[in-house]
């Protein structure tokens, strides 16, 4: 199970997700990408959390913007990890709105959350998530780190 769902309230979260799309084909994870809206397709929403876990799924990437009901209503319906990305869109209040509707679930229905717009670090944590019991994304993610560790040095010799 080294698959994982990246799912977006609508299209014109894409352009946020694709981030975490590219990191996690960047570590040969397979992704499936659709658009599952909790407002205007309810009946979706509730197949695609009750059923991801049956359809290989390891971990669920759920991005959206404004009220930003999506990554926790799937971790109400779901048993697999859940990392929400709040989304800073055209209706939003400066992205505030998606943070603390993301962060800000009740005991019992966790969902993991990364910064306003932090589609990438939600790949990274995925795979990070695979990896805990998959040794070739763990050589891969060490790979990573190690690669911006390297980057830093570089950089810090560019200054002297």
Do not use: C
Request: proline share 6%; no cysteine.
């Amino acid at each position: 199970m080294n698959k994982v769902g990246v799912i977006m309230g609508s299209k014109s979260d894409l352009p946020v997700m694709q981030d975490a799309i590219d990191i996690l084909k960047d570590f040969n994870i397979d992704v499936e990408v659709d658009i599952v809206s909790a407002h205007r397709t309810p009946e979706k929403l509730f197949d695609y959390g009750k059923h991801a876990h049956t359809r290989g799924f390891a971990v669920i990437i759920a991005g959206a913007g404004g009220a930003a009901h999506l990554p926790g209503m799937i971790a109400s319906l779901s048993p697999l990890p859940v990392i929400g990305v709040p989304v800073k869109s055209s209706n939003s209040i400066d992205g505030w709105d998606s943070v603390l509707s993301i962060l800000q679930m009740p005991g019992g229905v966790p969902v993991a959350t990364v910064a306003l717009n932090g589609a990438k670090n939600a790949g990274i944590l995925a795979a990070q998530i695979i990896g805990s019991s998959n040794p070739d994304v763990l050589d891969k993610i060490m790979d990573y780190k190690e690669a911006l560790k390297q980057k830093v040095h570089e950089s810090a010799k560019d200054l002297k």
